[in-house]
């Protein structure tokens, strides 16, 4: 009797706690750690004296920390963290930008990462072995690069090369990948992408190959594909839960782009009845989202780009002029405090914030800070030596576009 191997399927635990932030008043307030831990989901254990602390008190004593390590502390505020936080962030940006930031402040030795885990590890990757990286919340993960798990990637490669040439397969990976998935790409001529160079990241793969197996976001590896001209039938998903990626032998070797089954947590809650919505109580609305959105709302919005790119669109826009944004919560809410004049808001009227990212709460910051006052360097990011020599080789790829 032959007992065939059945995959399980596995949800990643970020993806099911996505919702646990989710409130329909938009009052994303911060409160005391003590309270936000009754929201249900994973806190990384802090002393208790961080619990009680009130935002005010947390404000004077992270001001006076700053103060004492501001010769050789860095703090980095992603886009999309909460503002309590954001304010004390000596620079702002998209993750790579801010790992690039922190790589030419080489004099800094505590680089403070408020995001979430794969962007500390690829800061550790480009900073100087000098140089520390510290993730406040180890518990601030990416619901996103927790689909591509490393073994099944591996597992991915393996199973594609009993059909094709893998001289011929290309792997990108989108930079919210963890730095094991950025090392595979680096050891089999493949290359990292962000959101705002993934059609010349496929341009060049496609110089150099036949196929993509693009990491991990199908998303944003289809809404880049429909743009270059790639056609429905050429591209393919791989479901690392089925077998074969619950692929055909003849499916795998038609397609020009084989799409990991991953997704933003975030930004596939947007749909098109939202943009329906939007466009029934404002005629005149300019709908610009993420592509990481899923195909359907991409196609019906009126603008589509990276974070920065929609930065830039509604920083330099009209006065006046109405905006439906979908992105994460906390910078649609940035920048319609930042622009007065506009009508700026969020597709999506339950406010749903990154639930990994929203995990920097102010109190962890201010332990990190304490910490290194003390002498202790507490939560800091650390790649492997061979991923951090292979992922470097693919991020220095993309530098090199």
Known sequence: MTTLYKKQTVIPITELEQSLFCQSDGNLRTKT????FEAGVRWQKIPTRYMKISPEDLDKEINTCKEQLKDQLLILGHHYQRQEVIKYADVTGDSYKLSKIASLESKKKWIV???VHFMAETADVITSKSQNVILPNMTAGCSMADMAQLEDVEDAWNELGTILNLKSLIPVTYMNSTAGIK????????????????????????DRGEKILFLPDQHLGRNTGLKMG????????WDPNKIMGGLT???????????????CSVHTRFTLDQIKKAKENHPDVNIIVHPECTRDVVDASDYN???????????????????????EINLVKRLASENPDKNIYCLDSVVCPCSTMYRIHPAYLLWVLEGLIAGYLINNVQVSAEDRKYS??????????
């Open 392 to 401: 470097k080789i693919a991020i220095d790829r993309m530098l090199n576009l």
């Open 33 to 36: 750690l003590q309270e936000e």
């Open 249 to 263: 032998t003849k499916e795998i070797s038609s397609s020009k782009l084989i799409l990991w089954k991953g997704h």
């Open 305 to 327: 780009g990276s974070t920065e790119y929609i930065i830039d669109m509604v920083n330099n826009a009209e006065s006046n002029s109405i905006w439906a944004i979908g992105t």
């Open 183 to 206: 090392s595979i790409c680096g050891k089999n001529n493949g290359i990292v992408c962000t959101s705002s160079n993934a059609q010349k990241a496929f341009e060049w793969s496609f």
């Open 230 to 237: 790639i056609k429905d039938e050429d591209m393919v998903v």
């Open 113 to 115: 990462f408020c995001g």
